[in-house]
C-alpha cells in the first residue's frame, strides 16, 4: 500500500456520462498529482493541486476538471464522456512547498482507477 | 518541448542475470531530474531510482543502478542478479526543474525467464 488511496478501482459507463475519481494523498502530502494513462497516449500529466489551489496545468481537456478540498483530497471529474476517455486514471502525492520542491524525490502514486467508456 | 525516448519495447533476461534498459532525453535544460519508475501487473506505480542532474554521481538503490550520461542525454537502468519479481513495465521519466510534472518515456516491458 503506497498510502495514496484512489477510489473506485474500476469504473464503467456509458457515452456521454460524467464521473468523479476521487484521491486521497499520502498523510502529510500537500501536493496531488493526476495523470492519464492510455494505449495511445502513454503517461499523459493532467493537472497539479498544492493545498487547494491549482499550480500546474497540463493537457487536460475542458470537459475535465480538478479540485482539491481543505482535507487535501482530490477529485478529478470527467464529463461528456468518449470512448477515447478509457484509460487508467493515476493520482500521486507529494510534500510539495516552494514550486518545484516536490519533484526532488519522486512522488507516490496510487494504484489508479480503472475507467472504460462504452 | 522535453522528450523521453525508450527504444527498445521488449526485453527479456534470465534470473539472475544482469539487463540494462535504455533510456535518452532531450532538453536545452541544465537543471532535471530523471527516474526510473515500475509498474507490475497489479499497475502501480513504483518509483525504483532517481537522479539529480547536477549530481555527477550515479544513482544506485540495492539490485538498481542508473548510467547517466549528462553530454550524452542518456540515462539507462542496470537490474543485476534479476529477480521473477521484476517482470514489470519499466518507465524512463523526467521533469525539469522548478517543474514538478514528469514526462514519461513509453515504456518498456521486462520479462524475466526462471
Known amino acids: 500500500d503506497s498510502g495514496v488511496t484512489q477510489t473506485p478501482k474500476h469504473l464503467i459507463t456509458a457515452t456521454g456520462q460524467r464521473v468523479t475519481l476521487r484521491c486521497s494523498p499520502r498523510?502529510?502530502?500537500?501536493?496531488v498529482y493526476w495523470y492519464q494513462q492510455s494505449l495511445d497516449q502513454g503517461l499523459q500529466f493532467l493537472i497539479q493541486?498544492?493545498?487547494?489551489?491549482?499550480?500546474a496545468k497540463g493537457n487536460i481537456l475542458e470537459r475535465f476538471s480538478a479540485q482539491q478540498f481543505p482535507d487535501l483530497h482530490s477529485e478529478l471529474n470527467l464529463s461528456s464522456l468518449e470512448l477515447g476517455d478509457s484509460a487508467l486514471y493515476f493520482c500521486?502525492?507529494?510534500?510539495?512547498?516552494?514550486?518545484?520542491?516536490?519533484?526532488?524525490?519522486?512522488?507516490?502514486f496510487g494504484s489508479g482507477t480503472r475507467l472504460t467508456v462504452v | 518541448a522535453q522528450t523521453v525516448t525508450q527504444s527498445q519495447p521488449e526485453m527479456s533476461v534470465q534470473e539472475a542475470e544482469t539487463v540494462t534498459l535504455s533510456c535518452t532525453y532531450d532538453?536545452?535544460?541544465?537543471?532535471?531530474?530523471l527516474f526510473w519508475y515500475k509498474q507490475p501487473p497489479s499497475r502501480q506505480m513504483i518509483l525504483v531510482i532517481r537522479?539529480?542532474?547536477?549530481?555527477?554521481q550515479n544513482a544506485t538503490e540495492n539490485r538498481f543502478s542508473v548510467n547517466f550520461q549528462k553530454a550524452a542525454k542518456s540515462f539507462s537502468l542496470k537490474i543485476s542478479d534479476s529477480q521473477l519479481g521484476d517482470a514489470a513495465m519499466y518507465f524512463c521519466?523526467?521533469?525539469?526543474?522548478?517543474?514538478?510534472?514528469?514526462?514519461f518515456g513509453k515504456g518498456m516491458k521486462l520479462t524475466v525467464n526462471p
Open positions: 532538453t536545452s535544460e541544465s537543471d532535471y531530474y
Open positions: 521519466a523526467f521533469s525539469m526543474g522548478g517543474s514538478e510534472k514528469l514526462v
Open positions: 498523510s502529510g502530502d500537500l501536493s
Open positions: 500521486a502525492s507529494s510534500v510539495g512547498g516552494i514550486r518545484g520542491a516536490g519533484i526532488k524525490y519522486g512522488y507516490t
Open positions: 493541486y498544492y493545498n487547494g489551489e491549482e499550480r
Open positions: 537522479q539529480e542532474a547536477y549530481k555527477q
